[in-house]
């Protein structure tokens, strides 16, 4: 008894964790509804030159994001305890540059992180290869085959809005379930129609001591399609979403037998954890 309050109180604390920053970023962010760095303003009005998604951003993206990096390490390894379940080969979906994939391998067995976009892989390399039980895969989450099965899935930081459509999240969330053992927990979040309807037409700024950008949000409420331009002085990334509400995640959950273990968070970012039946 007093072994299954330890865990779920482990748990709880896990859940309440997974939002702080491991590490501080060392700029400065702010939201505006005008755009006040002058010198993107060009780049702002004619949208040109383009470069692809993560090019210029990719380098900057840990600091920047590093305000609400996600603790999921520990969440799976409290999950996984509090489900008396192996939490012993972990799959990062959508690993960006790696982090996540770096301090699981400190606390799992063998972890592989997947990622489609080379700017963000190029750095996973580095910091993953430091660890002789990780490995990384180029591939696309919507039509990935891996052949094998892992004990925990997880896609963090709203990669999974990286969607066109119901059907894209559906075959995203199939191609999940169908790499989970039985009893497999899979951890996401989301970002949903009020986070995306509160931030459109506005500008989120970033200032560190080495870089400067800013990040425009457009978000049609008829399609659901979010569409971030990443503004830095010599071109724009664009940045093409979707948001999902908790239905359309529970539909593509259901449909792939995956069985819902928890839910929380704010109107803004939805966490979700999920078993394979
Ligand atoms: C917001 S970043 C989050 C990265 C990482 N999960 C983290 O927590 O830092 C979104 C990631 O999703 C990846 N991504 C976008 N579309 C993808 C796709 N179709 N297949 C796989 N990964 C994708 C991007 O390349 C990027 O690394």
Redesign the pocket.
């Known amino acids: 008894m007093i072994s299954w309050l330890a865990k779920r109180l482990r748990l709880w604390l896990a859940r309440h964790w997974l939002a702080i920053p491991g590490s501080p970023s060392i700029g400065q962010i702010w939201l505006s509804s005008r755009l006040q760095f002058a010198e993107l303003a060009t780049i702002d009005a004619t949208n040109e030159p383009r470069l692809a998604?993560?090019e210029r951003l990719a380098p900057f993206?840990?600091d920047y994001?590093g305000h609400w990096?996600?603790r999921y390490d520990n969440y799976l390894v409290q999950l996984a305890n509090a489900r008396n379940v192996p939490q012993t080969s972990v799959l990062?979906?959508?690993?960006?540059?790696g982090?996540?994939v770096g301090r699981l391998a400190k606390r799992c067995e063998r972890v592989v992180g997947?990622?489609?976009?080379p700017y963000?892989l190029a750095l996973a390399r580095s910091a993953a290869g430091a660890y002789e039980n990780t490995s990384l895969v180029a591939?696309?989450?919507?039509q990935f085959a891996l052949g094998e099965r892992f004990d925990a899935i997880v896609?963090?930081?709203?990669?999974l809005n990286?969607v066109a459509s119901d059907d894209e999240l559906a075959r995203v969330v199939q191609g999940i379930a169908h790499h989970l053992k039985p009893g497999g927990l899979f951890v996401c979040d989301v970002l949903g129609r009020v986070f995306s309807s509160v931030v459109s037409g506005h500008y989120l700024h970033y200032e560190s001591p080495t870089v400067r950008f800013a990040l425009a949000f457009e978000f049609d409420p008829e399609t659901g399609r979010d569409s971030t331009r990443v503004l830095f002085p010599d071109g724009v990334e664009h940045h093409d979403r979707m948001a999902i509400n908790d239905h359309q995640l529970m539909d593509a959950a259901k449909s792939a037998d995956l069985q819902l273990i928890e839910r929380f968070g704010s109107l803004g970012r939805r966490y979700f954890s999920f078993t394979r039946v």
């Not at 990062?92 to 540059?97: A, N, Q, V």
């Not at 997947?114 to 976009?117: K, P, Q, S």
């Open positions: 998604p993560y993206y840990d994001a990096c996600l990062d979906l959508s690993c960006g540059t982090g996540l997947l990622d489609t976009n963000m591939s696309d989450f919507r896609c963090a930081s709203d990669s990286y």
